[in-house]
């Protein structure tokens, strides 16, 4: 269903939101699990670890599934479709990534901010878990880079489907 153009005007504006803003969220959660991972400071390093719990729980997460849910309404509702476009099928499954990823940390984010809070973390405590973080955050930051690109170029290229559903055969022929 195509959507009216003050809704669709609507709806990109929350996907372009939700989107570009877990893209700064996660940079940010980045630059804290860097911080925590490198700095010799305990106070800085336990605090750094509170933030990215916080932070991944209340404005990433919810972020990351309201850009994929956004997403849907804008392939749905509108001309692009969902699979008839390379691109934007290739922004569905980066972000289906992304979103999976991130579920699967949240648990090991949520140990690493409960353990400095309990204890004093040196810097060879949850050494591979917090390594963990920073490679994670950094790949989803790239991943999200890449899906703002494929957004704002919007390559050439349409699937089969697409091919198909924009040139249907001429009547009469199969
Ligand atoms: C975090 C991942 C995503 C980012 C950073 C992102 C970013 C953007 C941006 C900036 C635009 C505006 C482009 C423009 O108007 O020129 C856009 C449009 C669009 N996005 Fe996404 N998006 C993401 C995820 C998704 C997903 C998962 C889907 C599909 C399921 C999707 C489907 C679309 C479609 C169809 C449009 C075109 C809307 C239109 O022109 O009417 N996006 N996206």
Request: aromatic share 6%; proline share 4%; charged share 15%.
């Amino acid at each position: 269903m195509i959507m009216k153009p003050g809704i669709r005007k609507l709806a990109l504006i929350v996907h372009i939101v939700s989107s570009v803003g877990s893209l700064g969220a996660v940079a940010a959660f980045l630059a804290l699990a860097v911080a925590g991972l490198s700095s010799e400071n305990d106070r800085l390093v336990r605090s750094a670890y509170v933030a990215t719990d916080v932070l991944a729980r209340v404005v990433v997460v919810p972020l990351v599934l309201a850009s994929l849910l956004s997403g849907l309404v804008q392939s749905l509702g509108t001309k692009w479709g969902l699979f008839r476009h390379y691109w934007v099928l290739a922004k569905l499954l980066l972000t289906l990534l992304v979103a999976v990823v991130l579920l699967l940390q949240v648990k090991g984010i949520v140990y690493v901010a409960v353990e400095s809070l309990e204890s004093p973390v040196s810097n060879t405590d949850l050494l591979d878990l917090r390594r963990s973080l920073v490679v994670h955050a950094a790949g989803g930051l790239v991943v999200l880079l890449v899906t703002t690109a494929l957004s704002v170029c919007k390559p050439r290229g349409m699937t089969r489907y697409g091919w198909r559903r924009h040139h249907p055969p001429p009547a009469g022929r199969t």
